[in-house]
């Protein structure tokens, strides 16, 4: 499926492959996980237009212990899908440890992410996701149980986190150290806290500081990388070991073609016109029919990405919502035909950013007296025992 493409003078050497235990990938780039987008459909997508590292979403340890049947089908891979990485939502170590010891037996994943970076209040309020980290033994525990268990099968465990919770209460450095001296084979950053959630700027700075203390693992940066320009310019300020993409490959999945490129030293990136825009867009409906394996659920799934893939485009707000209400790929089909497909690339307006960024949080949502101690005990203590039955299953 070929693509207009620009090509300008290499303006880099090439970047140095990544490893991550004993899976390289010669373009250092890490899909980021997101809820309810990078199933099984999204990461094929993408991976036919790059190499990289290409995460699932979000897993619960105890609704896949429990073998939850939505929980069962969001860990599915593909034949062909190499290296399996699969993200791991916990705020038990027990729990979590015997989620990876669930993975090595089953030979489920070939490499689990530890998530640690969530900023959604459903999970910051028990606890969890980038509230954790604050609780540094528990943390520490996490980290320990995980990466013993992955171990006993030559698995490479890693860790995602963000800065802290706010200004106030940063956590990355500490938690960086914890996560290299317990064995985790690469941690990532994205440089913003908990209360940003995903307003104004991330923090390069951060990702810097983070890699001159982690000295012997990788240090992946993430946050406001929207081009492969964005992810060479995060390397040379920070000299993190790689990126981590997430909000900015939305309704853009050749991102990782101009990442390949990108990191290779080449000066060659799409430009699509919105004929291929729309390829690509059927293409990522005809996967994800076949993911769940019904045609109307798979075109409801991809409305939500219809207009991640018009941005900039010119398309009517009628023809935007009739595409928003498709049910069918014949319906798909047809009203992708009466679009103008002759539309050259428009340039800046289909670049940037994208997806939502919130607003920024004047208090993040956390358990009753998280903050008055970074040891875990009385009712913070009860509420992390049931965080987990909290939180939806995958």
């Known amino acids: 499926m070929s693509a207009p493409t620009l090509t300008a003078p290499s303006t880099s050497a090439p970047v140095a492959p990544l490893r991550i235990g004993p899976h390289v990938s010669a373009t250092p780039v890490v899909l980021a996980p997101m809820a309810g987008i990078t199933n099984a459909a999204y990461r094929q997508l993408c991976r036919e237009h790059g190499e990289g590292f290409y995460v699932s979403e979000m897993i619960t340890s105890r609704a896949l212990v429990e073998r939850t049947p939505e929980t069962m089908r969001l860990i599915g891979f593909a034949p062909d899908e190499r290296p399996r990485s699969l993200q791991l939502y916990g705020v038990d170590p027990l729990t979590v440890a015997k989620a990876v010891e669930m993975i090595v037996a089953e030979d489920l994943a070939d490499h689990v992410d530890l998530n640690f970076g969530c900023p959604v209040p459903k999970v910051t309020r028990k606890g969890g996701g980038s509230a954790l980290p604050w609780k540094a033994d528990l943390f520490r525990q996490i980290v320990r149980g995980a990466v013993r268990e992955a171990a006993k099968g030559g698995v490479p465990l890693t860790v995602k986190m963000r800065k802290g919770i706010d200004d106030d209460h940063l956590t990355y450095l500490q938690a960086g150290r914890t996560a290299e001296q317990e064995g985790a084979a690469a941690v990532a950053l994205h440089g913003r806290t908990a209360s940003q959630h995903y307003s104004g700027h991330a923090d390069w700075e951060a990702i810097a500081r983070l890699k001159e203390t982690v000295t012997t693992i990788p240090v992946l940066g993430n946050g406001d990388v929207w081009s492969a320009e964005d992810a ?152 992390v025992r049931q965080a987990e039955l909290s939180v939806s299953g995958g």
């Open 232 to 383: 060479l310019e995060m390397v040379r300020r920070t000299g993190c070991d790689g990126v981590v993409v997430g909000r900015g490959c939305l309704g853009r999945p050749w991102l990782f073609t101009d990442l390949e490129a990108g990191f290779a030293g080449r000066g060659e990136r799409v430009r699509p016109g919105l004929r291929h825009v729309t390829a690509v867009m059927r293409r990522h409906a005809e996967l994800l029919v076949a993911f769940y394996e019904d045609e109307l659920r798979g075109c409801r799934d991809i409305r939500k990405h219809v207009s991640w893939y018009l941005k900039g485009y010119a398309v009517g707000g009628d023809m935007r919502a009739r595409l928003a209400l498709v049910d069918t790929l014949e319906a798909l089909d047809e009203l992708i035909a009466d679009l103008d497909l002759d539309q050259p690339h428009p340039g800046g307006a289909a670049e940037g950013s994208r997806g939502r960024a919130g607003s920024p949080q004047s208090r993040v949502a956390l358990p009753e007296g998280w903050l008055e101690s970074q040891e875990l005990t009385g009712v913070a203590a009860a509420m």
